[in-house]
């Protein structure tokens, strides 16, 4: 049954850098997101839903019946990862209510950032939510839910001033490089990788 009255509830599970290894995070990372989603709406209890995905996170977020849906989502990711499995158990994060939109909260703020105040997730979210809602995944709620969350950590950034300085993993690398090499104008540089931390890095 529903809680409080017949009222959906908000749902997170989430593996991030603070106790993800990156293997894990590579293996937890889903490929095809239609093909997840679809496999979460037809969770019992689910109603709608998106999954957030960057270099250091994967998360799922769910409006659900009640909490009871939690077992049955981390049983279904789990599924899905073999030989990592255990280590999931470790890591894996779940939270619901008030706990889990806090913590979107904080991620929209660029609190949970291995940066903190890091601009990127902003766009992250919002596409995450969008190519949920071409999915069908997102519903008028979530889809409230999540316009409020990317409106407040545009506001906490402009009230604060988070954001200023290194506010990316790329900056704070070359801010190093430069600390100890001195200015990188006219030197040649090369960048391992060809990822989105490497494009930000070489911006």
Not at 153 to 158: E, F, Q, S, T
């Amino acid at each position: 049954d529903r809680v409080r009255g017949g009222q959906p509830v908000l749902v997170n599970l989430s593996l991030t850098h603070k106790k993800a290894e990156i293997t894990l995070l590579e293996a937890a990372f889903f490929p095809e997101i239609s093909d997840a989603l679809g496999d979460i709406m037809a969770q019992e209890g689910v109603e709608e839903c998106f999954i957030l995905q960057t270099c250091n996170r994967v998360e799922l977020f769910a409006l659900t019946d009640g909490e009871d849906v939690i077992p049955d989502l981390l049983q279904w990711w789990r599924a899905n990862l073999d030989d990592v499995a255990y280590e999931f158990d470790e890591a894996v994060e779940a939270s619901a209510s008030r706990d889990a939109l806090l913590h979107l909260l904080r991620l929209s703020a660029g609190l949970e950032s291995m940066v903190v105040g890091e601009d990127q997730i902003l766009g992250q979210l919002q596409k995450s939510c969008a190519e949920a809602k071409e999915c069908g995944a997102v519903g008028p709620l979530l889809d409230l839910i999540m316009f409020k969350a990317l409106t407040s950590g545009r506001v906490i950034r402009k009230a604060t001033g988070i954001n200023r300085g290194a506010v990316s993993i790329g900056t704070v690398a070359v801010n190093l490089i430069e600390e100890s090499l001195g200015s990188l104008d006219g030197r040649p540089v090369g960048i391992v990788g060809a990822g989105e931390t490497a494009t930000l890095l070489g911006k």
